[in-house]
């Protein structure tokens, strides 16, 4: 069967674009980490993997190992910020750094260790699932990045792969190697014009399209969205009106982190997410970032979208060629744009 | 040379025994200077003095030794965003604007110490720069040399800042839009700003300043007041051409 044949084309195109819609938000995320930091965010598919895997722990009534990872994240970031304000000579803040570094811990863990037991109902457990995995946004940005904030783009995707490494192997480890899926958050199906598409398929494709209107508003009519695209544009700029590069910093990361588990509890009704599932995922998201040049949000997301369907034409077809199909796409998005692009300099501060 | 402080009014910003150095270069020796509330100070010098090292390190872009004191309290542990905060501003040579994005964009973020507290005064920088409210939907990229000299300033005075450290505003502009920019200078003095101001355009400088300092090889030569340091003969010969 040809893959045009109206019987099969237009669930095609209703599969892809509902995976596109989640590359194209992981795209946005990339676009806006590399923008605000210049860090290639190589483990943001690590994200989704531990959005839909905690969400399934829960479900099992397990507390999830990323209560340990946010826990010795914090505690380590608690130490870096004491030592700081300490160094400042600024016992007030090393005093509520430490207070409140301690505080937070102890209640994240006593509400997870009681949700978990309680096996509450699932909004409660996809709110816990953010509140778990949002928070390693900034804490990582913490303890990895913000130390190394003055080092060179190819140090800082160095660290990112080694990062990437760490967090999937944490991820074997607090998961096991099987994969998992969680409930669907909507059951049935919709016939829209003749198609039949799963109302989870739809549920996916309004949250995503929902978070990039958000985005856009925040970016364009927020102070703070603006602050962030300030520093991206000029780093000096924003430090001269007294914008800090490290609470910018900070910020994309924890709206990284919220698009990436937000993308995980999205897709973890529709295939199975094992502790490695997430670079792939990442990974396609990056090539829409790519053909939007690391700088274009609107042309990272149609990227990501086209990477969707592409994906899901050449997986009916061609399927054992799909990845290769999907990735090949990047060559000569990347032979243009070194064709059209004039050099710059990769530091030109 | 030392520095006894002739000012009347209190100092705003004291600058002791201040030395920057790139690697084994040391750009600035030893610099000491003060200005008073409400003056207009100005550091003249050639190319390559020190100039743009010295504000560069008294708003706390780049690391220094020495002491850098601002309404009677230290800086040395103030980042660079804090003491934007606490009301010092820079305008850079280099302008650094937000070129991708709009002029009032550009304005808004320049009174983002102060989100918590409205707007800003937009309506304040529109009345004195009515060029920025024409273009106020126009990328900062897009403006003329002129007017992103304007817009800096603009975004710097959002702040309502009590000091405005000024680095070379007159820097490949035409010679009426320098006057111009200086004359809103001098009437920013009159609304209580207080401003240190470095140029090589040495005669436009002193003119609208009360106190002003030679920087020479990343030392001060000389001071005085801005007119007296005018008539200098030193001074005259050097950096103001033939005495017309």
Do not use: C
């Amino acid at each position: 069967m040809n893959i045009f044949d109206p019987a099969i084309f237009p669930i095609l195109t209703a599969d892809g674009l509902t995976n596109g819609a989640v590359y194209a938000l992981l795209s946005l995320a990339l676009v806006l980490v590399f923008a605000v930091t210049r860090v290639i965010f190589v483990p943001q598919g690590e994200f989704v993997m531990f959005g839909t895997l905690t969400l399934a722990s829960l479900q099992l009534g397990r507390v999830p190992g990323t209560l340990t990872l946010l826990l010795v994240l914090l505690a380590i970031s608690t130490v870096l910020n004491v030592v700081e304000a300490l160094r400042r000579g600024d016992g007030r803040s090393a005093g509520i750094s430490g207070v409140s570094g301690v505080a937070l811990g102890a209640g994240l863990w006593a509400l997870t260790t009681t949700l978990a037991a309680a096996k509450a109902p699932l909004l409660v457990q996809v709110l816990l699932t953010l509140l778990l995995v949002v928070p390693l946004g900034p804490l990582l940005y913490r303890v990895v990045f913000q130390p190394l904030r003055n080092a060179s783009v190819l140090v800082l995707l160095i660290a990112s792969v080694a990062l990437h490494l760490v967090l999937v192997g944490l991820g074997l480890v607090f998961f096991g190697p099987e994969g998992s899926r969680t409930p669907a958050f909507a059951e049935g199906n919709t016939v829209l014009g003749g198609v039949t598409l799963s109302n989870q398929s739809l549920l996916v494709i309004m949250v995503s399209a929902l978070l990039m209107v958000g985005l856009y508003y925040f970016f364009d009519r927020t102070l703070t969205g603006k602050a962030l695209r300030a520093t991206a544009v000029n780093r000096m700029g924003a430090r001269l009106v007294g914008i800090r590069p490290t609470a910018a910093g900070s910020l994309a990361f924890t709206v990284a982190a919220l698009i990436g588990a937000l993308s995980g509890l999205l897709i973890g009704p529709s295939i199975a997410v094992s502790y490695d599932t997430g670079f792939l995922i990442g990974l396609k998201g990056f090539v829409g970032a790519i053909i939007g040049g690391l700088v274009s949000y609107p042309v990272a997301a149609l990227g990501a979208l086209l990477v969707g369907l592409i994906e899901s034409y050449a997986s009916f077809s061609l399927s054992q060629w799909k990845e290769v199909i999907v990735f090949t796409l990047i060559l000569p998005v990347l032979l243009w744009r070194s064709l059209s692009s004039k050099h710059h300099d990769e530091e030109d501060e | 040379m030392t520095s006894t402080s002739p000012l009347l009014p209190a100092p705003l910003l004291k600058v002791d025994d201040l030395h920057v150095s790139y690697g084994r270069v040391e750009a600035v020796q030893g610099v000491s200077l003060s200005v008073g509330a409400g003056q207009i100070v100005s550091v003249i010098g050639a190319n390559g003095a020190g100039k743009s090292t010295l504000m560069g390190a008294i708003i706390g872009a780049l690391p220094s030794r020495g002491r850098v004191e601002y309404a009677g309290r230290p800086l040395a542990h103030t980042p660079l965003e804090s003491r934007v905060a606490a009301g010092m501003t820079l305008v850079p040579e280099r302008r650094e604007l937000f070129s991708s994005m709009t002029v009032e964009d550009n304005l808004r973020l320049g009174a983002y110490t102060r989100r918590r507290e409205g707007a800003g005064d937009l309506g304040g920088v529109f009345t004195r720069f009515p060029r920025l409210e024409e273009r106020r939907k126009q990328l900062a990229g897009t403006l003329s040399g002129g007017e992103q000299q304007m817009l800096a300033i603009g975004r710097a005075l959002m702040a309502r800042p009590k000091l405005l450290l000024l680095d070379e505003p007159s820097l490949g502009l035409a010679p009426l839009i320098v006057r111009e920019i200086l004359r809103i200078v001098a009437e920013l003095r009159d609304t209580g700003v207080t401003v240190l101001l470095v140029e090589q355009n040495a005669r436009a400088a002193l003119a609208i300043s009360d106190f002003g300092y030679v920087l020479e090889g990343g030392q001060v030569r000389l001071s005085g007041p801005a007119a007296d340091l005018a008539h200098d003969p030193a001074v005259v010969a050097s950096y103001l051409g033939a005495a017309k």
